[in-house]
Nanobody
Framework: QVPLVESGGGLVQAGGSLRLSCVAS???????MGWFRQAPGKEREFVAA????????YYRDSVKGRFTISRDNAKSTLFLQMNSLRPEDTAVYFC???????????????????WGQGTQVTVSS
């Protein structure tokens, strides 16, 4: 059973919106969760994180005010609502399962030990 499965990616014009989902299995959803992305030729970078309870969130500066991370613990599902998308948001987006319950404000991938396969988001100009 794949522990994390993302969906919701696609092609959208600049200024548009997408909502990514990530369904978790097992005990992964008992911890904080995060979203990362990787553009072609670039390293994977942190996007957003949320605590186990959902009460605390943290974002990279370039997505603040545009992206919203949330979770539904009853359905073991993580979301990323992306509005006002820009061409520079084009990347493969990955959800990640954390190693602690508190929100990660370091943006470090070392704070996560479970990863999904990724979903492609392409924003055209």
């Amino acid at each position: 059973q794949v522990p994390l499965v993302e969906s919701g990616g696609g092609l959208v014009q600049a200024g548009g919106s997408l909502r990514l989902s990530c369904v978790a299995s097992g005990r992964i959803f008992s911890f904080a969760m995060g979203w990362f992305r990787q553009a072609p030729g670039k390293e994977r970078e942190f996007v957003a994180a949320i605590s186990w309870s959902g009460a605390s969130t943290y974002y990279r500066d370039s997505v603040k005010g545009r992206f919203t991370i949330s979770r539904d613990n009853a359905k073991s599902t993580l979301f990323l609502q992306m509005n006002s998308l820009r061409p520079e948001d084009t990347a493969v987006y990955f959800c990640a399962g954390g190693i602690s319950r508190g929100v990660d404000d370091s943006g470090s991938s070392s704070m996560y030990d479970s990863w999904g396969q990724g979903t492609q988001v392409t924003v055209s100009s």
